[in-house]
């Protein structure tokens, strides 16, 4: 005869033998158990604790509700476009950009002079006989660099101060050519802007080469930019741009903008490029044999590619008739709103379908678990329950 013992002290349970009492009452031990199923360690609902759930999810802190995924939903739920690029297209619409060689107050300018016969910066020297006996006109020719001033003008010798911010390198070459006429035979003048602090974006962040970029007649665009300085060493799916104009910032992931998009804006002077590291990604929990956080790895991605990446449910655990997306979003008035998308992988037109349900950044992927599940726990303590009085009937036998 086997006495067990209860995790209570001294307490004993009545001996277990093959009798018809010891009999009845191991089937007593086992229907206790598995009334207790719902109590046992589980990592996920079952199908049916989630379909009781929502019966009072009104209630809830955050309420929510069930939708079951088919071509009705999908239909309605393409990717949304993200709200930086409608930004971007407005800005595009927005003021054009002006002449490149538009001279800025703190550019820096080369202003070359040119002169025949009596020289202001050639001297006075003799000229030497031409063929014909008459004299050759002496040439000189003076180059200067100039900043231009806070006030916008520059300084020229002979001439003084001259106002150059706002205007182009050959009005400001024309006025200064008729300034010096008073001084000079027949002077010519050439200006050019060698570098320019206003003229230039500035591009930060997880580029190879930050820092400022003037801007050229060519009318960089965004992506322009960020590819004069050296593009990143970070995958395109994982960064983020954002473009600084005046009081206006946009952020947007950088894989959604197009070469010919119109969020490829057209840059100004003035505007702040930066890239950031950001890791759109979907949570994976339930009957699965990986809990884990997926990255997207691509500009978009489906429910069935999800399911995939996250190794799918587990055979000897899961439901397959119950996966769930859940997902938090705001709708037009700013107010939160839950949904849990519910997927029957037994159907065989639910993987077209999933193929057509857009993944979003922060989604939750569930795997129901099986109600049979809960059973095997039970026997298995049970089982185990049994298992040292068996053990020691064997031994003493």
Do not use: W
Request: proline fraction near 7%.
């Amino acid at each position: 005869m086997i006495y067990l013992r209860s995790h209570a002290p001294s307490r004993l349970i009545r001996p277990v033998s093959d009798t018809m009492g010891g009999k009845a009452f191991g089937i007593s031990l086992l229907a206790l158990a598995l009334s207790g199923c719902a109590t046992l360690p589980s990592n996920a609902p079952t199908v049916g604790q989630i379909h009781k759930a929502v019966q009072t999810a009104a209630q809830a802190p955050i309420p929510y509700s069930l939708v079951r995924i088919d071509a009705d939903v999908v239909s309605h739920l393409a990717a949304p476009q993200n709200p930086g690029l409608m930004q971007l297209a407005a800005l595009a619409t927005g003021p054009q950009p002006e002449r490149a060689d538009l001279i800025r107050r703190g550019d820096t300018l080369t202003v070359t002079m040119f002169e025949i016969g009596v020289s202001l910066f050639g001297g006075n020297t003799p000229s030497a006989a031409a063929v014909d006996g008459t004299r050759a006109p002496t040439a000189g020719t003076q180059t200067l660099l100039l900043p231009v001033r806070e006030d916008g003008n520059i300084d020229l010798p002979y001439v003084g101060a001259v106002q150059a911010a706002g205007t182009y390198p050959e009005t400001l070459s024309e006025t200064i050519k008729q300034r010096l006429r008073k001084f000079s035979e027949s002077p010519d003048v050439v200006v050019n802007i060698t570098d320019s602090l206003k003229n230039a974006v500035y591009i930060g962040g997880a580029v190879n080469h930050a820092g400022r970029l003037r801007l050229t007649a060519a009318h960089e665009r965004l992506l322009d930019a960020l590819a004069v300085a050296g593009g990143s060493p970070l995958d395109v799916n994982e960064l983020q741009v954002t473009l600084t104009r005046g009081p206006n910032t946009v952020s947007v992931p950088l894989n959604q903008i197009g070469a010919g998009d119109p969020a490829n804006v057209t840059l100004l002077p003035g505007d702040r490029l930066t890239l950031e590291r950001i890791r759109p990604s979907y949570t994976v929990f339930g009957a699965t044999d990986r809990v884990s956080q997926v990255p997207f790895e691509a500009r978009t991605v489906n429910l069935a590619e999800a399911l995939a990446r996250a190794a799918g449910p587990a055979d000897s655990r899961a439901n397959p008739r119950g996966v769930y997306v859940f997902r938090l979003e705001q709708t037009a008035d700013g107010k939160p709103r839950a949904i849990i998308y519910e997927l029957n992988m037994l159907r065989p037109d639910t993987y077209f379908i999933a193929q057509l349900f857009p993944m979003r950044d922060k989604d939750v992927v569930l795997f129901a678990n099986s109600s049979t599940n809960a059973i095997q726990k039970a026997l298995g303590l049970v089982s185990q329950l049994f298992s040292p009085a068996v053990a020691v009937r064997a031994v003493t036998q």
